[in-house]
C-alpha cells in the first residue's frame, strides 16, 4: 500500500483528498506545517509528499529545500500560484508534478499515481565482471551504484546513466539523450556531450570511464564489461 504524506493546512482541500486517496487504498499521512512534514519524513517512510506552497510556518519552496538535503522523496506541489515562474522554480528545486489550485482530487490521485510509477524501484539491473555486480539503478532513491559504489550525480546525469544501463548496447542520439535530460538547462545538444564527459570522470576512479563510448556521428553507447 503506497504511503502518501499531504502537507496542506486548509480542511476544505485536504479532507476530500485524504478521503480520495484513502479510497484508493493508499495510506494517508496528513500534516499541516511544513515543519510537521519535515519531521514525518524523519520518523517514517513514504512514497510521495503532496506539498502546498503556501504553509503557515514554513514556505513549501522551502520545505523542499531542506527536504532534499537529504532525500529524494517524490514531492508534488498544490498551489493557488498560476505564475509560470513558480511552477519553475518548483521543479528547478526538485518538485516532480504541479497541480494548480483549484483542482479535482480525482485528478491528484492520477499524477500521484503517475509519480509511483516513474519511481517505482526496478529489479536491479547488472552485468557480471569477474562475479561481481557492476551496476544497480535505484529509482526511488535516484541513485547508481557501479561495482557497489555510488555515484554521486546531477539529476541529468542520472536520468542520461539511468537509460543507457537498462538499454546497454543502445546507440542514444545527442537529440535522445536531450530529451531525456528534460530540463530547460539543457536546452542544447552540446549539453549532452558535457553530461558525457562528468560522467566519464565519476567513473573513471571506478575503471568504467570507458564503458560509454562514442559512435561517431550517431552519438553513445553503455558497453557492458
Known amino acids: 500500500m503506497p504511503a502518501v504524506l499531504i ?16 479510497r484508493e487504498h493508499f495510506a ?18 513514504f512514497d510521495v509528499m503532496v506539498l502546498d506552497v503556501g504553509l503557515p ?4 519552496f522551502e520545505v523542499l529545500k531542506q527536504l532534499r538535503q537529504r532525500s529524494e522523496l517524490p514531492v508534488l506541489f498544490l498551489t493557488a500560484r498560476q505564475d509560470e515562474v513558480d511552477r519553475i ?4 528545486l526538485g518538485g516532480d508534478d504541479y497541480v494548480t489550485k483549484p483542482f479535482s482530487p480525482r485528478e491528484v490521485v492520477a499524477r500521484i ?25 535505484d529509482e526511488v532513491g535516484f541513485r547508481i551504484f557501479f561495482r557497489s559504489e555510488p555515484l554521486t550525480l ?12 537498462q538499454r546497454p548496447g543502445q546507440v542514444f542520439s545527442r537529440s535522445h ?20 564527459k562528468t560522467l566519464r570522470a565519476k567513473l573513471r576512479p ?17 558497453e557492458m564489461p
Open 7 to 22: 502537507v496542506e493546512d486548509e480542511p476544505r482541500i485536504a479532507e476530500p483528498l485524504v478521503f480520495a486517496l484513502e
Open 28 to 45: 494517508v499521512t496528513h500534516v499541516t506545517l511544513g515543519q510537521d512534514a519535515l519531521n514525518a519524513v524523519n520518523g517514517q517512510p
Open 57 to 60: 510556518d514554513i514556505n513549501g
Open 89 to 92: 522554480l518548483g521543479l528547478e
Open 113 to 137: 499515481r503517475a509519480i509511483l510509477k516513474r519511481s517505482a524501484p526496478a529489479t536491479p539491473l547488472s552485468a557480471h565482471a569477474g562475479g561481481e555486480l557492476s551496476w544497480q539503478v
Open 154 to 165: 546531477t539529476r541529468s546525469e542520472y536520468r542520461i546513466l539511468a537509460a543507457m544501463v
Open 177 to 196: 539523450l536531450l530529451d531525456i535530460c528534460d530540463s530547460d538547462e539543457d536546452s542544447f545538444e552540446r549539453s549532452v556531450d558535457t553530461h558525457i
Open 206 to 222: 571506478l575503471g568504467g570511464d570507458q564503458l560509454i563510448a562514442t559512435r561517431r556521428g550517431i552519438g553513445y553507447v553503455l
